[in-house]
């Protein structure tokens, strides 16, 4: 299974919606500054802020499968 960053998706999905960041921060009720941020991959970002986005394209936050070999090399 492909994972794509969480920065990359929200990109994605506003071109595919032709939203402007400003349309998408109106639409989801948070400021340009947090979609701006979420976009360039900012990491720390309040979870609920960005569930409020993802709604706008049917997704929220969830936890996904890692590589765990990666923190015991």
Do not use: H, W
Request: glycine share 6%.
């Amino acid at each position: 299974m492909d994972y794509i960053s969480l920065s990359k998706y929200v990109k994605q999905m506003r071109k595919q919606y032709r939203l402007r960041q400003i349309d998408l921060s109106e639409k989801s009720g948070v400021g340009l500054r947090f979609v701006r941020d979420l976009e360039q991959g900012k990491k720390t970002l309040r979870m609920d802020k960005v569930n409020q986005v993802l709604s706008l394209f049917g997704s929220e936050l969830s936890p996904a499968p890692m590589d765990r070999n990666k923190f015991f090399e």
